[in-house]
């Protein structure tokens, strides 16, 4: 995330992304896999104090720092931020369905995600 995301502004911004300049805040980031360094864990921190962090996270691999990130802006800042990992076939199911999808973050750090 630190390579292609700026946590200030909420913008991919790896050159030659498909999504380069394209706003994730407030939105559902559905994100095969996490590119980066261990610093992408303060990036998504500073993105969710700043607001500019998507509001839910669906990854197809789950990645420990992406989810240190989640958990160190819960703590530090109150914001909280679901991230559900799926499986292969639920994966391929997201990239084609069109229309909305509902992530519900639960009081115990669970999330389920609902798909039409």
């Known amino acids: 995330m630190k390579v292609g995301f700026d ?25 095969e896999r ?5 610093s992408s864990s303060s990036v998504l921190a500073e993105a969710l104090r700043h607001g500019t962090a998507p509001w839910a996270m669906v990854m197809r691999e789950a990645d420990l720092i992406v989810a240190l990130g989640a958990i160190v802006a819960r703590e530090l800042y109150g914001v909280v931020m679901p991230i559900v990992v799926v499986d292969a076939a639920v994966w391929q199911r997201l990239r084609d369905i069109e229309g909305p999808l509902t992530v519900t973050a639960l009081d115990d750090g669970n999330a389920w995600l609902r798909l039409p």
Do not use: I, N, Y
């Open 34 to 38: 996490a590119k980066g360094s261990s």
């Open 7 to 31: 946590a200030e502004s909420g913008l991919v911004v790896e050159q030659g992304h498909p999504d380069h300049g394209t706003s994730v805040q407030g939105r559902l980031l559905l994100m």
